[in-house]
């Protein structure tokens, strides 16, 4: 016979002012097996806490339920303290009469009542509750870090620095990122690649550190601390082993009209090609799709001119595999193609430009050595006309969009950039004229604000709110903008030799697949959500995936960075752990009552259930051999799926069983 | 191919080469276009107010008698053409308005936006096709320099019209390779040409055509087609006296059937 405390909180007025508690604690001391009711203002408090200890001891219970808020809020913290008071923590059991109840009623008598049948239920619930112990599972000792930009480097970093061993897979043949493109950092304005380069070279060299750049996360499988991942490790058709990075063959490769990614397509580069000087890994990669010898057979002039013989044609791509503790998503982001913004006449001029791709314009590496010069003069440098003596910056472009081109969230990262792109310029060539077009300037952060009023202020930056309506191409080459002056209330007409787009970001375009293996939330715009919005900020919902940098939300790189080291730390202390405790309301197989007939099997999405055959002796005390279901207690993740398709009712999953959800039913119909 | 055709009442009047080199080069090109019996103006202007009904009852009307013969509705005139798709459209997707239509006009048959607008234009483009079109030019007009036109009404709310993409089209600038002339692309093609205001407001109504016609001139183009009446009306007095046709007119000089 089971002895059951009840304890109903008033959690201050949110459940108070609408269920009369009183009445509930009154009446469930009339239930069956209840030896003790009471209300009282804060159950989750330390008072609360202890009031259940006590009268565990003192009316030696042997089950509790808790009439409060959802069990989500609270469950742990209820079954922490049962648990020191030497019972199963398992048998305390959540009446949800907030969420539930208080917050959704009104009328204070209706309310009441159906606390009390909530109570009732939890109280039918418990009595049939068994004591559970939680199972125990190793923690593999590494960590994958998917993408290879500044974020998945400091995180990588991090990890390796606390003693465990860590590898990133990059799809690029370089680690590095976006910040390896961009030429200067706001508010300081020292060089991306004087402060990043050194971080490559930092994670190449550290012991504990593998990088697989060129490669990609095919599959994931497992739980927290025992995930395995196929790596793909594409075909470089250089043997990375060899190759000592002097690009004598991309020099000499023949075929010299391949798009320049790095540069955003302003210049080309060789079909065989180092992204850039201080690439990591610095090995070539043969580009297959431009290559005149994967397509035709004819040429081999890479493996001619390479010393170290470490062409390899023939090269396949490879598959790895490796177990992990721990993930973490650092898969950044891209800006967003803006062919829908022909307003813009982006697709129409090349002077009109992504800001993205100014900084490879004003990069010492980019294609015009860093000198400022417009896109349609790239090959007529020394033309009078080439250097743009009137640029007009149009900021949100694709951001706070209500339209379906568009995206709705702020890139937050544009205002920033924008001051500094405008800045930069009006420092090196004082006789440009800068138009910067805004909405709102939106600059919180540390020294972010006075950065861009120094735009304003010391170096004559024209800022004018209201947007620009249309960029015309003139018969000269020149670009008409037409724009809005929203404070004068004026048209502008601007005779512009280069247009800048402050273009909207996006998660990459491989995020959505890489969640979808690692079985973790996205949200509509396809970045990766966080267990808790305030309180989890670094964590995905599911179990051992952590988050770093733009895959979770727009953000600049000292942010980026700050949230890379959070994820880190959270992987660090996951990884310090020996053995994880599992969930114990897993699914379990009643073998005499299971006929084998694999429904569960097939429905299980973690791939928990095995079958074996199993000897059992038969009532003629003759043996039968017969064909079973079998639950990996460590992989299942307690949905119930199975429970719902086993034909034979032999599934059943601990702690929710098939028995204690009817008496539910049955106190509720009472 | 037969379909219903909703001339509207300029192409009666102002605008009868629109309606008459149509018809010659749909007959040309095997296409019937059916006159709606009794059909009413559109009233030229769609109505912005939720709740104007009124407006809207004779683009309905015509729409419903479409459906009633089973047949696609193909428009000519701009005007006519965005305020019938978006009429319907509205029927389509409005149920208060639709419900309020259908209470009015007690049709045999309810109306629910059923019928598929197309502009003479999408016809040439999806029925006929720009290559098979191009193949039937007896007359091709090989080295005209030619701004296609299209106003701020063909192509916008791009949503609702669904024909190109509203900044940056190539529907005309396909046509007019269609009939062997070269088309000139300029950033004015799209904007409007000030003919909604051409009787209150004459100077804002010049300064906007002038505006069109010096931006088409400014990138060589000969002569500017269009298929609105009413640019046609505001833009032929343009300063820099760059000449104004119908789409249609050089359609059907381009397939012979001109006649002088």
């Not at chain 1, 009623?105 to 009390?116: C, F, N, P, Q, V």
């Not at chain 1, 580069?269 to 397509?295: E, G, H, N, S």
Request: charged share 25%.
């Amino acid at each position: 016979m089971h002895r059951i405390g009840v304890f109903v909180c008033h959690c201050g007025t949110n459940i108070a002012a609408t269920v009369d508690v009183k009445a509930v604690a009154e009446a469930m001391k009339q239930e069956p097996s209840v030896v003790f009711s009471v209300d009282y203002q804060y159950m989750c408090s330390e008072g609360g806490q202890t009031l259940i200890q006590d009268t565990i001891k003192e009316h030696k219970l042997t089950g509790v339920v808790v009439c409060s808020c959802s069990p989500r809020m609270h469950e742990a913290t209820f079954r922490k303290a049962a648990a020191k008071a030497g019972i199963n923590p398992y048998m305390v059991e959540i009446a949800n009469i907030r969420e539930q109840c208080s917050w959704i009623h009104k009328d204070i008598m209706s309310a009441t009542d159906k606390a009390i049948i909530l109570a009732r239920t939890a109280i039918a619930k418990v009595q049939l509750n068994a004591p559970l112990t939680a199972g125990e599972s190793p923690v593999t000792k590494r960590a994958l870090v998917i993408g290879g930009g500044i974020a998945g480097m400091q995180t990588a970093l991090d990890i390796a620095e606390a003693g465990f061993e860590v590898d990133i897979v990059e799809k690029q043949p370089t680690i590095g990122g976006k910040m390896t493109q961009i030429d200067k950092t706001f508010p300081t304005l020292d060089c991306a690649s004087c402060i990043l380069t050194p971080k490559m070279v930092d994670c190449s060299q550290n012991e504990k550190i593998h990088i697989y750049a060129y490669s990609e996360v095919v599959e994931v499988n497992g739980f927290v601390g025992n995930f395995t991942a196929k790596i793909k490790k594409k075909a470089r058709y250089v043997d990375t082993t060899k190759c000592t990075g002097c690009g004598i063959c991309t020099e000499k490769c023949p075929q010299k009209k391949v798009p320049n990614e790095f540069n955003l397509g302003l210049n080309n580069r060789r079909a065989i090609y180092i992204p850039f000087a201080q690439a990591v890994p610095k090995v070539a990669t043969i580009d297959a799709d431009y290559c005149t010898m994967l397509k035709t057979g004819k040429c081999g002039v890479c493996s001619k001119v390479c010393t170290a013989g470490a062409i390899d044609y023939k090269q396949q791509d490879e598959i790895i595999e490796e177990r992990y503790g721990a993930i973490v998503a650092a898969t950044g982001y891209n800006p967003i193609k803006i062919d829908k913004y022909d307003e813009f006449a982006y697709s129409q001029s090349k002077d009109v430009v992504t800001s993205l791709e100014l900084e490879r314009l004003m990069n010492a590496a980019g294609p015009s050595n860093g000198t400022l010069i417009r896109p349609s003069y790239l090959d007529k440098q020394d033309d009078h006309r080439a250097h743009p003596k009137t640029i007009v910056f149009v900021q949100c472009v694709g951001s706070r969009s209500c339209d379906d081109c568009g995206k709705s969230y702020c890139s937050k990262i544009c205002c920033m950039y924008t001051a500094k792109h405008a800045m930069l310029i009006r420092e090196k060539y004082p006789d440009t004229d800068v138009y910067v077009f805004y909405i709102d300037v939106r600059t919180p952060g540390k020294l972010f604000d006075e950065f861009y009023r120094r735009a304003v202020e010391q170096y004559g930056v024209h800022y004018i709110k209201g947007m620009v309506g249309k960029v015309s191409p003139r018969p000269d080459g020149n670009l008409d903008v037409q724009a809005s002056d929203l404070i004068s209330n004026e048209q502008l007409h601007i005779n512009a030799d280069l247009v800048v787009l402050a273009t909207a970001i996006e998660p990459d375009q491989t995020a959505r697949s890489v969640a979808t293996m690692l079985r973790a939330s996205m949200d509509t715009n396809d970045f990766f959500t966080e267990a808790h919005a305030k309180l989890r900020p670094v964590e995905s919902p599911t179990a051992g995936v952590f988050l770093s940098g733009v895959c979770q939300g727009p953000k600049d790189i000292p942010e980026t960075v700050s949230q890379a080291s959070a994820a880190a730390a959270k992987v660090i202390g996951l990884l310090a752990k020996d053995k994880l405790t599992g969930n114990p309301c897993v699914a379990h197989s009643d073998e005499l009552m299971c006929n084998g007939c694999s429904a569960c099997e097939k429905v299980c999405p973690y791939g928990a259930i095995t079958y074996s055959d199993k000897e059992f002796r038969q009532p003629d005390r003759t043996v039968a051999i017969r064909r079973v279901a079998a639950v990996n207690e460590a992989v299942c993740q307690g949905c119930g799926a199975c429970t719902v398709a086993c034909p034979s009712g032999a599934m059943d999953l601990k702690g929710f069983s098939n028995k204690q959800i009817m008496a539910e039913v049955d106190a509720i119909c009472k | 191919m037969v379909y219903s055709y909703y001339p509207g009442c300029t192409l009666k009047n102002k605008a009868k080469d629109l309606d008459r080199y149509a018809r010659l080069s749909a007959q040309a090109l095997g296409i019937t276009l059916e006159e709606i019996e009794n059909w009413q103006c559109c009233g030229g202007v769609y109505p912005m107010a939720k709740d104007e009904i009124a407006t809207k009852l004779s683009s309905v009307r015509a729409l419903a008698d479409a459906k009633a013969h089973g047949r696609d509705l193909i428009t000519l005139c701009s005007a006519c053409h965005n305020v019938l798709k978006q009429v319907n459209n509205d029927m389509l997707t409005d149920e208060d308005i639709c419900t309020r239509a259908n209470n009015y006009l007690k049709l045999d048959e309810e109306y629910h936006g059923e019928t598929k607008v197309i502009h003479f234009l999408e016809m040439l483009r999806d029925v006929i096709g720009f290559d098979a079109l191009k193949e039937k030019v007896t007359n091709p007009l090989t080295g005209k320099k030619i701004g296609a036109y299209y106003g701020c009404l063909l192509l916008r709310p791009g949503k609702v019209m669904q024909m190109d993409d509203p900044e940056n089209p190539k529907i005309m600038e396909d046509f007019i390779r269609a009939i062997g002339a070269e088309p000139v692309i300029y950033p004015m093609r799209n904007e409007c040409c000030g003919g909604y205001v051409s009787l209150e407001d004459k100077e804002a109504a010049a300064k906007r055509r002038n505006a069109v016609a010096d931006s088409a001139a400014g990138f060589e183009a000969e002569l500017m087609v269009t298929a609105c009446p009413l640019c046609m009306y505001n833009l032929k007095k343009n300063d820099s006296n760059v000449p104004v046709y119908y789409f249609t007119e050089l359609l059907a000089e381009a397939l012979g059937v001109k006649e002088n």
